[in-house]
């Protein structure tokens, strides 16, 4: 079996990840209840004629899988996967308030067209004439792990040498204030909603700087006191113990169910960092996908922003990290990686 | 006709998001597709179904579409004479 490496990372979020040279230092809190992305002038990596149909997320994904296959060196990848919770939101809400408004006559193509859950990896790969494997994982908060997991295989089987990779999700105008009122009638969410997009291309080729991702987990469901006994089996069947991890990324969202986050991070002892990210990037179904980016880019630099921190940090050297991120208690992925 | 064809030029503009042209920018014989405003097939679908639904005016006929999207000035003057709103 193959290893499977992290050549480039790439993400436009509510910070200004994209541009800048990761440091974080001049993040900004998020103090709406809805986070939009820092976003780059598009046109500077599309098209006009591309460029002047695509809703938020298409431009969000296609600029990162663009700049992503760029800082690998990558013309074709041999596989394009994405993953997204609610694919295109901004042009569905578009097509159905239109079928309402005109009472289900005079229906325009475009946001029918661009509605479709797939429409980023496609137009990545129209953008590429790609005709390589392209897969999108639809899986809630699982859905970037499950395209995740899909590259890591095609790289771990040496059926791809190269695979672009990412998780997107774009904020849309009206369904997400439904999912605010429900969240907030929970006692759920309390980190802002945001939107985002994040691309890696993976390698089996180990390069300078390439992050190995050695393992990654899910689970539909876990409970609460399941979490160490997963978390520990996690680690053994990678030939890890939990003094051995530099650093842990936690999804916290600051909903009640950040009792598991709780119960993961009890795990580790006093030298292992804690860190969290949603407080700067927001919640959404593919905001783990900003985890892998943030990750990757501390082993990268093999510097923590303080912006993440969460309680301890005491590492001076960072070699191994772990992921969890979980959403109202379920959908559930454990990420390993390591330089 | 000079109000139809700054209105066409508005909606044409919001309908097919072309953000880099304003209303100054289409001379009333340009060309919509090709060269001119570099419109394509999906285009033509949008303008087919604001024909229907801004002016009552129904294409069945996929050539007839080719010589009324030719220009603005074209496409004015045929919605003048066959419009039912």
New interface residues.
Partial sequence: MKACYIHSAVSISAQNTFETVFNLSESKPLTSRKANSNHPPYKTYIA??AL??MATGVKMGVTTGKKALEKANITMPDAVLTGTGMGCIEDTETFLNTIIA?EE??????SF?QSTHNTVGAQIALGLKCKAYNNTYVHGALSFESALLDAKLLINTDESQSVLVGGVDELGKEFIDYTILVEDQNNGVKVPFSEGASFFVLSSEKQEKAILLNSLKTYSNLTEQEIPKVLNAFLLENNYQTQDIDAVICGNNGSVSDSYYNQARAVFPITTSQLHYKHLFGEFFTASAIGLFLGVSILQNQHIPDALVLGDYSKNSLKTIVLYNQFNGRDHSFILLSI | MSNLKQELKENIIELLNLEEFSVEDINDNDALFGDGLGLDSIDALELMVMLDKDYGIKLTDPNEGKEIFQSIAVLADYIEKNRSK
């Fill in positions: 006009p004629a002047r149909r005109n006559a005079y229906l325009t193509p475009t067209i």
